[in-house]
């Protein structure tokens, strides 16, 4: 092998090197980067499920409490605790009362006299206690 050569192959060698390093360096960038962007997706994915989670406890809570709040004595109208289920003044049965819409059944805040929601006339609707 002649000097030109030996020079033209050490050349091709660092060159080699560097292209080495460079796509090993890129690569590994790439790694990082996709590797971030998948923590991040689970990051938010995490957040979103606990979302969902709280806002389905607060929507169980207030339905809940919405039941609770509606027991009162079918014959006196007086308020039930949550264990009665029938009336320690007159014996009468426990019943839940609601105010809905008589149109598309929303459920109406103790005021209303339409609905909110499309202008129906509100009525009163009594539920058997179920359980
Ligand atoms: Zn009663
Ligand atoms: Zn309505």
Request: hydrophobic share 30%; proline share 2%.
């Amino acid at each position: 092998m002649g000097l030109f050569d030996s020079i033209k192959k050490g050349i091709a060698d660092l060159l080699g090197k560097a292209k080495d390093e460079a796509v090993e360096t890129a690569v590994d960038a790439a790694k990082d980067k996709a590797n971030d962007a998948i923590d991040n997706a689970k990051d938010a994915a995490r957040e979103k499920a606990e979302e969902r989670k709280q806002e389905k406890e607060r929507a169980a809570e207030a339905e809940r409490k919405a039941h609770e709040e509606a027991r009162v004595c079918s014959q006196c109208g007086r308020h039930a605790a949550p264990e009665e289920k029938f009336c320690p003044e007159c014996g009468g049965k426990i019943v839940e009362k609601f105010r809905v819409c008589s149109k598309c059944g929303k459920r109406a805040e103790d005021a209303e006299k339409f609905c909110t929601e499309c202008g129906g006339e509100i009525v009163e609707k009594v539920e058997e206690i179920k359980n």
